[in-house]
Each structure stands twice: as C-alpha cells, then as structure tokens.
Antibody, heavy 121, light 107 residues
Framework: QVQLQESGPGLVKPSQTLSLTCTVS??????????WSWIRQPAGKGLEWIGR???????HYNPSLKSRVTISMDTSNNQVSLTLTSVTAADTAVYYC?????????????WGQGTLVTVSS | DIQMTQSPSSVSASVGDRVTITCRAS??????LAWYQQKPGKAPQLLIY???SLQTGVPSRFSGSGSGTDFTLTISSLQPEDFATYYC?????????FGQGTRLEIK
C-alpha cells in the first residue's frame, strides 16, 4: 500500500522560506510511471497545484508560483521536497503531496494527509 | 490557464437521491479529466479518471461522463458517506487546475 507523509515546520515567518518533505513508502519515487506533485489548499478554499517532479529530474511549476518554487526528488531516501521562498500570509494553507499516475491519464491517485503551514510573525 | 467551473457550488439532497455535478472547462481538455471527493479535514480521494474510468475500490454508484469541455459526475443513489465536497481537475494543459468545488449537503 502506497503511503505519502508530509513533514516540515508548521509555522514560517513572512519573507522566509517554507520547506516541506514528502516521504513515500510502499513504492519508489524513482519509478517512471509516476510524477510527484505538491498541491495546496487554504482553509475553506479550493485546491491549487504548485508543481511536480519526475524521476528524470524534470519539473513543471504553476506560473503563478514559478519564481518562488523548487521541487526536487531524493531517490536514496524516497522523498520529494518543496521549497517556497519569500512567503506571505497568502501562502498559509494545507500542503499536500500527491502521486500523479501516468498510466491512468495523470490523475492524483495517492495523497498524503496534508500538513498545515501558517505564515505569521 | 484552463478555468474549470463547477455547478452547482452547493447542493442539498437526501439519501437515495440521484445527484449530478457539472464541470465546464474553458478549453478542450480531451480525456484528461478526473473527479475527487474530499471530506472535512481529509485529503481528496480519486473517484474517476480519464472522464469515465472508476478508480479501484470506488463504489459503482459513482460515474463520470462527458467530452471536450463539458463533464458530469453522477451519484446514482446517495449514501450517507457521500456527503462531501467534490472537485473536478484537468491535466490536459499546464498548469493543472481544479474546479472550485461542489459541496454536497444532507437535506
């Protein structure tokens, strides 16, 4: 059974950098059958795709965040990481990592439980 | 960006009712359309992928249809556990985008 677990600080100060890690068990992040994405959801609002990484190291980012986002993969630890720089209160949200299944026309078929990140001084 | 517009934004229904949720894309998304269910405090769960394919383990009362820009999610006979928020999502064009959600409430 594939499981994804997000981890990282729950509180980040404005203008600082948000860093989260997604640890995957029951499957390999290096598999060529999947992309690994980060998605966020402000309280009471909808879902926003942040970006994704593939085993080759290639990445795609949401243009609305592209200048501040880096997503990377660590195959030795089976982890995917998110870095978001220069955060503001607008970046306060639950952050999810999710697996995107290439063989199923790219839906997000597994999600982590999410981690709340609050941006506040 | 491709805008995904769901209707209605909220709906009230009773156990046993048939419910249909609509998702309209601002541009053609071909078959790159999925539906998710989200309950409070939980991550979304995949229901339907590639417009009409049922994810493993999802009850057969859920079905999806449509093509191009217009899509529907139908729940044939509502069960108590189906009261949740539903999202459509397109993966045809970057950035990947979601609908704003449809909240399904108990009447």
């Amino acid at each position: 059974q594939v499981q994804l677990q997000e981890s990282g600080p729950g509180l980040v100060k404005p203008s600082q950098t948000l860093s989260l890690t997604c640890t995957v068990s029951g499957g390999s992040v290096g598999s060529g059958s999947f992309y690994w994405s980060w998605i966020r959801q402000p309280a009471g609002k909808g879902l926003e795709w942040i970006g994704r990484v593939y085993t080759s190291g290639s990445t795609h980012y949401n243009p609305s965040l592209k200048s501040r986002v880096t997503i990377s993969m660590d195959t030795s630890n089976n982890q995917v990481s998110l870095t978001l720089t220069s955060v503001t209160a607008a970046d306060t949200a639950v952050y999810y990592c999710a697996r995107e299944n290439i063989q199923l026309w790219f839906p997000f078929d597994y999600w982590g439980q999410g981690t709340l990140v609050t941006v506040s001084s | 960006d491709i805008q995904m517009t769901q209707s209605p934004s909220s709906v009230s229904a009773s156990v046993g009712d048939r419910v249909t949720i609509t998702c309209r894309a601002s541009h053609n998304v071909t078959k790159w359309l999925a539906w998710y269910q989200q309950k409070p405090g939980k991550a979304p769960q995949l229901l339907i992928y590639s417009v009409s394919s049922l994810q493993t383990g999802v009850p057969s009362r859920f079905s999806g249809s449509g093509s191009g820009t217009d899509f529907t999610l139908t729940i044939s006979s509502l069960q108590p556990e189906d009261f949740a928020t539903y999202y459509c999502q397109q993966a045809n064009t970057f950035p990947i985008t979601f609908g704003q959600g449809t909240r399904l409430e108990i009447k």
